[in-house]
């Protein structure tokens, strides 16, 4: 299978728990995005890297929030102290970028914060 | 600020028959991109089709068509000879050229398919 991958894709954790969640993009893809999806709202991003190199970042990522993509191919997403507002999808996704670019998503990580 | 607005949080349709949903941008950027995504009920962000801005002629991917006229800054999607498989969530999202290419989403519609 070559689509963008996720682990784990579940997740339950306590209030207060660090959690770490990886994605492993389109081999040849140097684009990847994370981005976080509440029940019932569409996706909201929050930031994304160009190989390694991560350019933007949303503000709804706070400072508990940590991504990293080393060397350029999988990342990470690390959330510390978590709160029960962080129970959410957390969506990856990657593309190649070029004049049009779509972006292709893993099956997600649902995270629970109890 | 961009945004995009699907009006219908809800549809139905029988199988077999087309059905059109929604969706309408807002941007002042000349240069963007419109995407259309399925979500079934596993999660999985599922690409359906895009259109630029500067393309001349509307979209088609198999069954799905979109409906772009860009003066009304609509760009519905058109799903013909529905299937059962298609019950889904539907999102729009818009990106602009020169940006970060982060996608921003509508809050979807969610199709049910009727025997």
């Known amino acids: 299978d070559t689509g963008v991958s996720q682990d784990p894709r579940h997740k339950i954790t306590k209030r207060g728990q660090n959690v770490t969640f990886r994605c492993d993009p389109i081999?040849?893809?140097?684009?990847l995005y994370w981005y976080r999806q509440t029940l019932g709202q569409g996706p909201e991003f929050l930031t994304y890297f160009q190989n390694e190199a991560q350019l933007e970042k949303s503000r709804l990522l706070s400072d508990r929030f940590s991504a990293e993509r080393p060397k350029g191919s999988f990342s990470t997403l690390e959330i510390q102290r978590t709160e029960q507002g962080d129970s959410a999808m957390y969506l990856c996704?990657?593309?190649?970028?070029?004049?049009?670019?779509?972006?292709?998503f893993g099956p997600g990580t649902r995270l629970l914060v109890l | 600020a961009q945004k995009i607005t699907q009006t219908q949080p809800g549809m139905f349709v029988q199988e077999k028959e087309a059905v059109t949903l929604d969706c309408t941008y807002d941007?002042?950027?000349?240069?963007?991109?419109l995407f259309w995504y399925k979500q079934p009920s596993s999660g999985e962000m599922i690409f359906l089709i895009y259109q630029g801005s500067y393309d001349q002629q509307n979209a088609t991917e198999g069954r799905y068509s979109l409906n772009f006229q860009k003066a009304r800054k609509s760009a519905n999607l058109v799903i013909s000879a529905s299937q059962l498989g298609d019950s889904a969530m539907y999102f729009c999202a818009i990106t602009l050229s020169g940006n970060t290419g982060k996608l921003i989403f509508g809050q979807g519609t969610t199709l049910q398919v009727k025997p």
């Open positions: 996704a990657s593309s190649f970028y070029r004049t049009q670019e779509t972006q292709y």
């Open positions: 081999s040849e893809h140097n684009r």
């Open positions: 941007t002042s950027d000349p240069s963007y991109g």
